[in-house]
Nanobody, 124 residues
Framework: QVQLVESGGGLVQAGDSLRLSCAAS????????MGWFRQAPGKEREFVAA????????NYANSVKGRFTISRDNAKNTVYLQMNNLKPEDTAVYYC?????????????????WGQGTQVTVSS
């Protein structure tokens, strides 16, 4: 069982940066691929970024490529999402997720554990 707690969301202006963190419980964090997803009101949950257990492999949605960076610190059981040049369309609740079965899954139903989410609001 893995428990995930996100933090770092907030209200920012377009062009600003935010760094989200997701702290995980447990002693086997490095065996989990980690992903970030987001869900805007009235929309489906969508993939943002994923990172393999070792941190060697990453994957990004086209909409955030070049602006967002996913990273992890396995010694701290934490995964990060650095978000630069934020846009109003990035406004959503951001969730982190953990999976032990796949290398860097990009589909929500591949993940077994989810955090409660953190709100990111970008004003124009």
């Amino acid at each position: 069982q893995v428990q995930l707690v996100e933090s770092g969301g907030g209200l920012v202006q377009a062009g600003d940066s935010l760094r989200l963190s997701c702290a995980a419980s447990g002693r086997t964090f490095s065996t989990y691929a980690m992903g970030w997803f987001r869900q805007a009101p009235g929309k489906e949950r969508e993939f943002v970024a994923a990172i393999s257990g070792s941190g060697r492999y990453t994957n990004y949605a086209n909409s955030v490529k070049g602006r967002f960076t996913i990273s992890r610190d396995n010694a701290k059981n934490t995964v990060y999402l650095q978000m630069n040049n934020l846009k109003p369309e990035d406004t959503a609740v951001y969730y982190c997720a953990a999976d032990q079965k796949y290398l860097i899954p990009t589909v929500a139903n591949k993940y077994d554990y989810w955090g409660q989410g953190t709100q990111v609001t970008v004003s124009s």
